[in-house]
């Protein structure tokens, strides 16, 4: 350490940023609101549950009630931008999984919720021909 300063290369010496409840971060895999305090003595990095959740589900819940473990919020008009409650669709992980593989996912609300409602049935007719 030049001058009793630390060095600016060494790895850990970064101060964990606290940010208020409620910060809002755009990040490569979405945009996370702050939602409950990061213990200060942890290692977590990144926009983790339960402190951040991603801002889709904060308002959908507020509207809607709590989104199940196993189910997400998708965007009807694939706009990760447009948190519009309208736009905004809660669906079993299983079913984003389909919708991805066949290349589902519109810019047009009604075309992707057409394509939710099918693989909704899919699953339906698995479960009672099994």
């Excluded at 706009?79 to 589902?104: E, G, T, V």
């Amino acid at each position: 350490h030049l001058f009793g300063m630390p060095n600016p290369t060494s790895y850990g010496n970064k101060r964990k940023e606290q940010l208020p409840l409620g910060s809002i971060r755009v990040s490569q895999t979405g945009t996370y609101i702050k939602v409950k305090e990061v213990p200060v003595n942890t290692n977590i990095s990144g926009y983790k549950k339960p402190y951040w959740i991603p801002l889709q589900e904060k308002i959908y819940s507020d509207e809607f009630g709590p989104v199940p473990d196993g189910s997400m919020i998708c965007f009807l008009d694939n706009d990760r931008n447009n948190f519009n409650i309208d736009n905004l669709f809660m669906i079993d992980r299983k079913i984003s999984a389909i919708m991805s593989s066949n290349q589902w996912w519109s810019t047009n609300p009604e075309f992707t919720k057409t394509a939710i409602m099918w693989c909704k049935l899919y699953y339906a007719i698995r479960s009672h021909t099994n």
